[in-house]
T-cell receptor, first 113, second 116 residues
Framework: NAGVTQTPKFRVLKTGQSMTLLCAQD?????MYWYRQDPGMGLRLIHY???????AKGEVPDGYNVSRLKKQNFLLGLESAAPSQTSVYFC????????????FGPGTRLTVL | DAKTTQPTSMDCAEGRAANLPCNHS???????VYWYRQIHSQGPQYIIH???NNETNEMASLIITEDRKSSTLILPHATLRDTAVYYC?????????????????FGTGTQLKVEL
């Protein structure tokens, strides 16, 4: 039981490049989330999903797209990376039932030059 | 969701109890208090949550005042591995897309440093 895994762990992009971050969970959770964390700050929600095939915008969605084609996977895409998207990205999942603890992955450290 | 106020940092001696306070004076009746922590560079980890009553699990205890305007997370015997940022989050449980997906709103938390 691996819990929540994220791929890749590190990545360096040039401005304008695109990439996809993959989040996978093996707990059969309905809800999945993508957060970003900038230095010295708390996590901010980018997008989330309450089930396969559904996605919704969070607090800071601009510049990102997501897809949830399979229940166990939640993909975060950057179509044209910008230096402002340099951050650590965390994925989380939850059952969607009380008490609804969120389980977090180890993070992806992204640098955009 | 109600706003929370936490001290920026705290120190604790190893083996002693760590008491982390959180003020949430605008909390409403259906909002829960959650605590998560984030050890350096790792993903946040759930610790405990409560509504009205005090709660205890294998990691910590949560004491909520009778008026619910503040709470305290207690780590009974802190170790060096408890050094982390601790987040107090107050929220209503709202499911589904229209309910916001039961998301968490993180502040800047309290940096707890446990020392020998």
């Amino acid at each position: 039981n691996a819990g929540v895994t994220q791929t890749p762990k590190f990545r360096v992009l040039k401005t304008g490049q695109s990439m996809t971050l993959l989040c996978a969970q093996d707990m059969n959770h309905e809800y999945m989330y993508w957060y970003r964390q900038d230095p010295g700050m708390g996590l901010r929600l980018i997008h989330y999903s309450v089930g396969e095939g559904t996605t919704a915008k969070g607090e800071v969605p601009d510049g990102y797209n997501v897809s949830r084609l399979k229940k166990q996977n939640f993909l975060l895409g950057l179509e044209s990376a910008a230096p402002s998207q340099t951050s650590v990205y965390f994925c989380a999942s939850a059952m969607g039932l009380a008490p609804d603890t969120q389980y977090f992955g180890p993070g992806t450290r992204l640098t955009v030059l | 969701d109600a706003k929370t106020t936490q001290p920026t940092s705290m120190d604790c001696a190893e083996g002693r109890a760590a008491n982390l306070p959180c003020n949430h004076s605008t909390i409403s009746g259906n909002e829960y208090v959650y605590w998560y922590r984030q050890i350096h560079s790792q993903g946040p980890q759930y610790i405990i949550h409560g509504l009205k009553n005090n709660e205890t699990n294998e990691m910590a205890s949560l004491i909520i005042t009778e008026d619910r305007k503040s709470s305290t997370l207690i780590l009974p015997h802190a170790t060096l591995r408890d050094t982390a940022v601790y987040y107090c989050i107050v929220r209503v449980t709202e499911y589904g897309v229209t309910g916001g997906g039961n998301k968490l709103t993180f502040g800047t938390g309290t940096q707890l440093k446990v020392e020998l």
